[in-house]
């Protein structure tokens, strides 16, 4: 049975600790015992690589469940030699592309000794939130954000300036260890030096080692004619700096675009409800509607126009994202009845009352007449 101490306590972590607690605890606990703060010191040299080797199985969610289940035996040395079929390591390659079906990529591939790929640095994720205007027109903006970049000390290798690396005392240099699982033993990318075959000899004072550290960083953003919500832009190699060197992640912009106070969106279409005099609505006329992009358009309204009605104007709606041409405008009509009448306007009216027949209203007279006859009996 293994007699190192668990990762957890390493870190002063409970088992359900999230990753950002994870990494909080390691950055205190690098801090303090850090081999460049105690010179000399082979106790805190020791302390520092436990917990460097605790916070790189515990960061990585594979390594984590692995260990979670196992504990140190998931990552200890099995057999030298041998193995399934009595071919050396060439046995263990299928058990490892097994494992990796199971498990998820991050083996090292064939029979020799092979390293890792460097890992690429993570992608990362910004929300914006816009106007609908500027949905229409399009900006240039910039955004201020903090990110892990390479550490310019080590110019991202993660060691001390004028130091370098040396093999992996775990792996001897392969980038693999074995580990025995009942009656499996599986190659594995070494927890001690993450697959690379090597370790730092002395680590770089500002990154401790990571080859990246955070910094504020400002980015131009070129938000295209015809964004919507939930619209992706993507900034290539704008995300996570790789750990020592490794390629990074990108940058998603994720948009938002804020309610406008006159028109709602569907896609392409604009929509709008304007209201009209009931006048107007029987003798018809017209009314004249700016769009977003500053141009007027004028609706003829038809004569006995109902409330409800809707009227479509073409090529006055959003920009096509990425294409050409616009959607339309769609007016829905709603008729408005006046509540501050004069004298002279309610005698006119009431002229006009005395003078219907029913027909000046179809809708309402047919209505009526189905009452009377859903009730005749």
Known sequence: MSTETDYYEL????????AASIKSAYRK??????????????????????????YECLKDPQKRAAYDRYGHAAFEQGMNGGGFGGGGQQGFSDIGDIFETIFGGGFASGGGGGQQRARRGADLRYDMEIGLDEAFHGKETQIEIEVSQ??????????????GTRACN???????????????????????????????????????????????????????PGVDTGTRIRLSGKGEAGPRGAPSG?????????????????????????????????????????????????????????????????????PVLQGRGRGDLVVEIAVETPTKLSKAQKDLLAQF?????????????????????????
């Open 170 to 224: 775990l792996c001897r240099g392969h980038g693999k260890v074995r580990a025995k699982q009942g009656f499996f033993v599986v190659e594995r990318p070494c927890p001690n030096c993450d697959g690379r075959g090597e370790v730092i000899e002395h680590v770089c004072g500002d990154c401790r080692g990571e080859g990246r550290v955070d910094l504020p960083q400002t980015l131009d953003v070129e938000i295209p």
């Open 29 to 54: 606990l690098a801090m303090k015992w850090h081999p460049d703060r105690n010179p000399g010191d082979a106790a805190a040299e020791a302390k520092f690589k436990s917990i460097s080797s605790a």
């Open 250 to 318: 990108d940058l998603y912009i994720f948009v938002h675009v804020r309610e406008h106070d006159v028109f709602q969106r569907e896609g392409t279409t604009l929509g709008t409800r304007v209201p009209i005099s009931f006048t107007t609505a029987a003798l018809g006329g017209s009314v004249d509607i700016p769009d977003l992009s500053g141009s007027t358009n004028t609706v003829d309204i038809p004569a006995g126009i109902q409330s409800g009605r809707q009227l479509r104007v073409r090529g006055a709606g959003m």
């Open 11 to 18: 870190l002063t972590v409970s088992r359900d600790a999230d």
């Open 353 to 377: 009352r005395d003078t219907e027949t029913g027909a000046e209203c179809p809708e309402s007279q047919g209505f009526f007449d189905k009452l009377k006859g859903a009730f005749a009996g």
């Open 150 to 163: 390479t550490c310019d000390t080590c110019d991202g290798s993660g060691s001390k300036p004028g130091t």
